[in-house]
């Protein structure tokens, strides 16, 4: 199995999730916003979500910039949603920045946000590490790494509670 087909066999996982879902009205956006947050915070603090160990540098995490990656509907990540953690930075990059980035330094790993499903008092999103591969990388290479997890929250006096994961899917 090579890279390309780990890579296609994510995108088929995800590709059967619609991008947000729910209403877009300000409160929507502002609760969604702090749902990526929320969900991110998770990811890189708990270090729970698949492969997070195997992000090069902890310090300054690439994170695709729009939702549902592998998508062409993705939605762009506002700057508004990304959380502020101790001494580390999520970068929003583009696909193609991505792949600048893979082509100049090699393979690396970045966080991505997969779909949001947002209810009146729960959501579930989904976060996972996926491989950025340089353009002449040899594709009998398999990277047997990367994956994403389903999180549960709960909409509870203002504020999002985590509740579970609901699943894990690693590459």
């Known amino acids: 199995m090579t890279a390309t087909t780990l890579g296609l066999m994510l995108t088929i996982l995800w590709a059967g999730y619609g991008?947000?879902?729910?209403?877009?009205?300000?409160?929507?956006?502002?609760?969604t916003n702090s749902l990526i947050a929320i969900a991110l915070t998770r990811a890189v603090t708990e270090k729970d979500v698949p492969d997070f160990e195997s992000i090069r540098d902890k310090q300054r995490i690439p994170l695709l910039d729009t939702?549902?990656?592998?998508?062409?509907?993705?939605?762009k990540?506002?700057?508004d949603a990304l959380p502020?953690?101790?001494?580390?930075r999520l970068t929003l990059l583009s696909k193609e920045e991505l792949q600048l980035?893979?082509?100049?330094?090699g393979a690396f790993l970045y966080l991505a946000v997969g779909k949001i499903i947002l209810e009146a008092d729960s959501?579930?999103?989904c976060v996972g590490t996926q491989w950025a591969l340089?353009?002449?990388l040899d594709r009998s290479i398999v990277y047997l790494s990367g994956g994403a997890y389903e999180l549960k929250y709960f909409w509870r006096n203002r504020k999002w509670l985590f509740d579970r994961i609901g699943w894990v899917a690693v590459s």
């Open 19 to 31: 991008s947000v879902q729910g209403e877009r009205s300000p409160v929507a956006t502002s609760r």
């Open 67 to 75: 939702t549902e990656w592998g998508q062409a509907w993705g939605e």
């Open 77 to 79: 990540i506002p700057l």
């Open 84 to 88: 502020k953690i101790e001494n580390v």
């Open 101 to 105: 980035q893979a082509n100049e330094r």
């Open 123 to 125: 959501a579930t999103i």
């Open 134 to 136: 340089p353009k002449d």
